[in-house]
């Protein structure tokens, strides 16, 4: 099944490839990956998915956390989240198609970034199925270009991933007492 | 200069690199000097180092990870960058499956000409990423001194291993103030010191208390953790048997009653039985490799699993265990002793006793003496001689690894040392120099195949020219045994590339300036034993062994722990004698 990570590290160089490195390494699939800011530019957060049985997904988050520049891993699969992704599809449109296209987009909640003569660009966020779901009823007008950023998710109502990034000295560390499940 | 004195001073990257190291403990560095380290090396002359030379830089790093084994602490390599850096790629690797704590210090191009393929430019830290616990490029002086101070905290704590430490040239040239107290570890996401929770130690304590046929599994994080006389009590009071890893060997004194011997591949048939037959697994700092467990489908299928274990992610990797106890081993077994219930199983014991069975009659010591030199005869004499002192036997890889791990009988930690996750041949020579440097006391022996030898053997004259009493045993069989060996068992005797012809290691021995034999009958081991001992300085011996001996017992890769192929009882002459 589709894992899903919220997974915050330390905005340093080469943490993106540390991370990469890890799943090609240890032979996990990822099916996702974004990257990007926090409200604290220390911190970077990712959001993951992978296919893994339950096993493989206790392993993932455990080698994840091996890594120095990992601050948090969650694994957010059966809590109840916001799960985005979003898409710019430019989509033929000559003048009779036009109107068909511009019914679909408004009928998916999709917005027109950008008119051409011959073609339409729509915007689209939502869930990963939703996005599926109006490339194919745009697909018979011809889509010529698509990009996807990548799902982003968050958590739900009150539980919030947050992440402390006081200075921490050894003695600290070796004083901190946690406990995360294998 | 006093240390108050240097708290806040300017100084260059390179004499704060030296400075740190100091203040770290480091008192002996493994390296090799070159274009992108010079000033580091230049900036050596002012400290208390003592810097030796090595003649490869993989010889660098294993002489660190020997140094690191023989002591517990952090060993240190310094290379340059380019072929310097990437030369110690299999010796990082190796300390990394081995868990074990070192530093390696790499010169950089100057961070101008970092991505412009300047001379001698590599990507080391991308190279050496999936073998290092962690590593650094540093392109300023003003990061050297956190730098350090971080890979030392990084390479010894939790589950050891290799850090890496990456310096431009010009981070090593430029100066900055060096504060030291204001350089400390920023390593927020590292989390080394985890501990189990109540209900688990209630779980474990529960299924120990009900297990009928139990066994521990002592590996390697035993003698890490320092968790000798915690086992033994345990094992003691519990009335547990004790199986021991390759690279745990030691954790529990052999002479032990309760001692079962090696597990696995190559470990005794009614080690591998007991395990089969257990109804309780208690892993104490191992890490269940598929050279201990074999077919895992058929791996103690009726036992429970208590997995102590420091590392989380080692956590149901191979094996599915029903307790994990995540945390430091000597801290989990400290609050698992009181609560321990002494138990007879002499039932139990007994029925492993039954086990042993015809073990003794296929012993290769037992065999008549037919003239011929086995090399577990040379181990098992050298065993006998060296048994009461300080010895530390430093292996390297293959059929003389395994023979030494049978026939040697291990009481302390810290006395073997040898390579097992990486099965590095070429080991033994560079890390017994790490070895007798960390113990000068202590009387160490390189136990090493004629294949593995020729690897590193330029060492001989970093031996030379540091003046070190190390004794090397070279096991000779003109073949790469252990290869040679599965084409006897898997392809049908197909000798393809395993036969050697080899120089008179003697001689060469000589030409070094090492006093050197060549033994070939077994009258000669124990006389050439002693002299090597009495000896002041290095000693080479050159058995001439057996060429076509086998290990036995054999767990084919693949098969289930008790299928194992074993020496013949009747036949006891090898294959050579046919």
């Given at each position: 099944?589709?894992?899903?990570?919220?997974?915050?590290?330390?905005?340093?160089?080469?943490?993106?490839?540390?991370?990469?490195?890890?799943?090609?390494?240890?032979?996990?699939?990822?099916?996702s990956l974004?990257?990007?800011?926090?409200?604290?530019?220390e911190?970077?957060?990712?959001?993951?998915?992978?296919?893994?049985?339950?096993?493989?997904?206790r392993?993932?988050?455990?080698?994840l956390?091996?890594?120095?520049?990992?601050?948090?891993v969650?694994?957010?699969?059966?809590?109840?989240?916001i799960v985005?992704?979003?898409a710019?599809?430019?989509?033929?449109?000559?003048?009779e198609?036009?109107?068909?296209?511009?019914?679909?987009?408004?009928?998916?909640?999709?917005?027109?970034?950008?008119?051409?003569?011959?073609?339409?660009?729509?915007e689209?966020?939502g869930?990963?199925?939703?996005?599926?779901?109006?490339?194919?009823?745009?697909?018979?007008?011809?889509?010529?270009?698509m990009?996807r950023?990548?799902i982003?998710?968050?958590?739900?109502?009150?539980?919030?991933?947050?992440?402390?990034?006081?200075?921490?000295?050894?003695q600290?560390?070796?004083?901190?007492?946690?406990s995360?499940?294998? | 200069?006093?240390r108050?004195?240097?708290?806040?001073?300017?100084m260059?990257g390179?004499?704060?690199l030296?400075?740190?190291?100091?203040?770290?403990g480091?008192?002996?560095?493994?390296?090799?000097?070159?274009?992108a380290?010079?000033?580091?090396?230049?900036?050596?002359k002012?400290?208390?180092?003592?810097?030796?030379?090595?003649?490869?830089e993989?010889?660098?790093?294993?002489?660190?990870d020997?140094?690191?084994?023989a002591s517990?602490?952090?060993?240190?390599a310094?290379?340059?960058?380019?072929?310097?850096?990437?030369?110690?790629?299999?010796?990082?690797?190796?300390?990394?499956?081995?868990?074990?704590?070192?530093?390696?210090?790499?010169g950089?191009?100057?961070s101008?000409?970092?991505?412009?393929?300047?001379?001698?430019?590599?990507?080391?830290?991308?190279?050496?990423?999936?073998?290092?616990?962690h590593?650094?490029?540093?392109?300023?002086?003003?990061?050297?001194a956190?730098t350090?101070?971080?890979?030392?905290?990084?390479?010894r704590?939790?589950?050891p291993?290799p850090?890496?430490?990456?310096i431009?040239?010009?981070?090593?040239?430029?100066?900055?103030?060096?504060?030291w107290e204001?350089?400390?570890?920023?390593l927020?996401?590292?989390?080394?010191?985890?501990?189990?929770?109540?209900?688990?130690?209630?779980?474990?304590?529960e299924?120990?208390?009900?297990s009928?046929?139990p066994?521990?599994?002592?590996?390697h994080?035993?003698?890490?953790?320092?968790?000798?006389?915690?086992?033994?009590?345990?094992a003691e009071?519990?009335?547990?048997?004790?199986?021991?890893?390759?690279?745990?060997?030691?954790?529990?004194?052999?002479?032990?009653?309760?001692?079962?011997?090696?597990?696995?591949?190559?470990?005794?048939?009614w080690?591998?039985?007991?395990?089969?037959?257990?109804?309780?697994?208690?892993a104490?700092?191992?890490?269940f490799?598929?050279?201990?467990?074999?077919?895992?489908?058929?791996?103690?299928s009726?036992a429970k699993?208590i997995?102590?274990?420091?590392d989380?992610?080692?956590i149901?990797?191979?094996?599915?265990?029903?307790?994990?106890?995540?945390?430091d081993?000597?801290?989990?077994?400290?609050?698992?002793?009181?609560?321990?219930?002494?138990i007879?199983r002499?039932?139990?014991?007994?029925?492993?006793?039954?086990?042993?069975?015809?073990?003794?009659?296929?012993d290769?010591?037992?065999?008549?003496?037919?003239?011929?030199?086995?090399a577990?005869?040379?181990?098992?004499?050298?065993?006998?001689?060296?048994?009461?002192?300080?010895?530390?036997?430093v292996?390297?890889?293959?059929?003389?690894?395994?023979?030494e791990?049978?026939?040697?009988?291990?009481?302390?930690?810290?006395?073997?040392i040898?390579s097992g996750?990486l099965?590095?041949?070429?080991?033994?020579l560079?890390?017994?120099?790490?070895?007798?440097?960390a113990?000068?006391?202590?009387?160490?022996?390189?136990?090493?195949?004629?294949?593995?030898?020729?690897?590193t053997?330029?060492?001989?004259?970093?031996?030379?020219?540091?003046?070190?009493?190390?004794?090397?045993?070279?096991i000779?069989?003109?073949f790469?045994?252990m290869?040679?060996?599965?084409?006897?068992?898997?392809?049908?005797?197909?000798?393809?590339?395993?036969?050697l012809?080899?120089p008179d290691?003697?001689?060469?021995?000589?030409?070094?300036?090492?006093?050197?034999m060549?033994?070939?009958?077994?009258s000669?081991?124990?006389p050439?034993?002693?002299?090597?001992?009495?000896?002041?300085?290095p000693?080479?011996?050159?058995?001439?062994?057996?060429q076509?001996?086998?290990?036995?017992?054999?767990?084919?890769?693949?098969?289930?722990?008790?299928?194992?192929i074993?020496?013949?009882?009747?036949?006891?002459?090898?294959?050579?004698?046919?």
């Open positions: 099944m589709l894992n899903t990570y919220v997974v915050y590290v330390e905005n340093k160089p080469g943490v993106l490839t540390r991370v990469a490195s890890l799943f090609r390494r240890r032979a996990f699939n990822i099916d974004t990257v990007g800011r926090t409200e604290k530019p911190v970077s957060r990712m959001t993951i998915t992978v296919d893994a049985d339950q096993d493989q997904a392993r993932i988050e455990a080698n956390y091996k890594l120095v520049n990992v601050l948090l969650e694994n957010i699969t059966n809590q109840p989240a985005r992704d979003l710019m599809i430019k989509v033929a449109a000559t003048h198609a036009r109107s068909h296209v511009l019914e679909l987009a408004s009928v998916f909640r999709a917005r027109v970034v950008d008119v051409a003569p011959e073609s339409l660009t729509i689209i966020t869930a990963e199925d939703k996005i599926d779901g109006l490339l194919e009823v745009l697909r018979p007008y011809g889509v010529l270009e990009v950023t990548g982003v998710a968050m958590r739900r109502g009150k539980s919030s991933s947050t992440v402390s990034t006081a200075t921490t000295t050894d600290d560390v070796a004083e901190e007492d946690v995360h499940s294998v | 200069m006093t108050q004195s240097v708290t806040r001073q300017s260059t390179a004499s704060i030296w400075e740190c190291l100091e203040r770290e480091v008192q002996h560095v493994f390296g090799y000097p070159g274009g380290i010079l000033p580091a090396y230049d900036a050596l002012g400290s208390k180092i003592h810097h030796i030379l090595v003649r490869h993989q010889g660098a790093t294993h002489m660190a020997g140094y690191a084994r517990g602490q952090v060993g240190v310094v290379a340059t960058s380019g072929p310097g850096a990437t030369n110690m790629v299999t010796g990082i690797a190796t300390a990394m499956l081995d868990s074990s704590p070192i530093v390696c210090i790499t950089q191009v100057g101008k000409l970092i991505g412009s393929d300047a001379f001698q430019e590599t990507d080391i830290t991308g190279v050496t990423l999936p073998i290092t616990k590593n650094y490029l540093v392109t300023h002086a003003s990061e050297v956190r350090i101070r971080e890979a030392f905290y990084v390479a704590s939790g589950r291993g850090v890496l430490v990456d431009t040239k010009d981070a090593q040239q430029s100066t900055c103030e060096f504060d204001a350089a400390k570890p920023q927020p996401g590292y989390r080394p010191d985890l501990s189990p929770d109540r209900k688990e130690y209630e779980q474990a304590l299924l120990i208390h009900n009928k046929r066994v521990i599994l002592a590996g994080g035993i003698i890490i953790s320092g968790a000798m006389n915690e086992v033994r009590e345990f009071r519990a009335g547990i048997p004790v199986a021991l890893t390759l690279l745990g060997l030691g954790a529990f004194p052999a002479s032990h009653p309760l001692n079962l011997g090696m597990m696995g591949m190559h470990g005794e048939a080690v591998n039985h007991t395990i089969q037959e257990a109804d309780l697994l208690l104490f700092g191992m890490r490799d598929d050279r201990v467990t074999g077919n895992l489908k058929t791996y103690a009726n699993k997995h102590i274990e420091i989380p992610a080692e149901n990797k191979n094996v599915k265990v029903d307790v994990p106890l995540v945390g081993l000597r801290e989990v077994l400290h609050e698992l002793l009181p609560h321990v219930e002494s007879d002499s039932e139990w014991l007994d029925s492993i006793d039954r086990l042993k069975g015809d073990a003794a009659v296929r290769i010591q037992n065999l008549p003496d037919s003239g011929h030199l086995y577990a005869h040379v181990i098992n004499d050298l065993w006998r001689e060296t048994r009461d002192g300080d010895t530390v036997v292996t390297d890889v293959g059929q003389h690894q395994m023979w791990a049978q026939y040697y009988k291990h009481e302390k930690p810290r006395s073997l040898t996750g099965g590095t041949m070429g080991f033994a560079p890390a017994g120099i790490g070895a007798k440097v113990r000068p006391e202590a009387d160490v022996w390189v136990v090493v195949g004629d294949g593995g030898f020729q690897m053997l330029c060492e001989l004259a970093t031996i030379v020219q540091e003046k070190l009493k190390v004794n090397i045993a070279i000779n069989n003109g790469l045994g290869v040679r060996q599965w084409q006897e068992f898997f392809y049908e005797r197909n000798y393809a590339a395993t036969p012809l080899n290691f003697a001689k060469l021995g000589e030409a070094y300036g090492i006093r050197s060549t033994v070939t009958e077994r000669q081991v124990v050439s034993v002693q002299s090597a001992r009495q000896h002041d300085g000693v080479l011996i050159n058995f001439r062994v057996e076509e001996d086998t290990v036995y017992p054999m767990v084919a890769a693949g098969a289930s722990l008790h299928e194992m074993r020496r013949p009882s009747k036949i006891v002459e090898t294959a050579a004698d046919e």
